[in-house]
């Protein structure tokens, strides 16, 4: 029976794709093109709070995953619109933005693709291409790429996190080393090494 109602509804998905001004079925998907965690990414149709799909979380210059479900219509037109709701840390507030959507390239509909730019706004496109695409419809081409501030950045970080974990261990050496066996000794020494060469290496990574 469950097998027999899949096949009905998808069916029914593909019969609505084909007929003129009906709505197709849309999974979404999300890019962050900023430094920010997306904490919540969704969807929603305009003046319909009920009718949102999504709910993504994305680290910074990261894509969420495929999520169900939305709808976009089978034929674009220029007044399609979509609310973006969204969350970005540290702030919050969970705004609510309204956005067109371009052109469908080639014509043809697909995803509902939640996008976050780097400056905090956010827009959408309908594509059934990727970002790698050169059809793709968005204002940036490619999958978000890390820029090289938030990659010094984040090294700095973990540097620092190393060197933390370092001195709490050098530390614990020094005052426990008599209540430790001789190979748990050896075992913290070679921890305290590893230590010390990941942070040389890293502090002489170019950013």
Known sequence: MIILFRQWLWRGVLLAACLPGVAMAASIQALNYSSREVNYIAVENPGNTNSGGGGDSIRPYGQGGSICCFSVPEKWHADLKVVVVYQLSPDPTFHRETVSIPPYP?????????????????????????????????????????????????????????????????????????????????????????????????????P
């Open 106 to 206: 080639d014509g043809k509909g697909g995803d509902i693709w939640l996008i976050v730019y780097e400056d905090g706004s956010v827009g959408a496109v309908a594509s059934h291409y990727g970002p790698s695409r050169p059809e793709w419809p968005g204002k940036i081409k490619g999958y978000p790429v890390p820029t090289k501030e938030y990659r010094d950045e984040r090294r700095k970080a973990k540097i620092e996190l190393e060197k933390k974990w370092l001195d709490t261990m050098e530390k614990g050496l020094e005052r426990n080393s008599h209540k430790m066996t001789a190979a748990e000794v050896d075992e913290l020494k070679d921890v305290i090494e590893y230590k010390k060469k990941l942070i040389q290496s890293l502090e002489g990574m170019h």
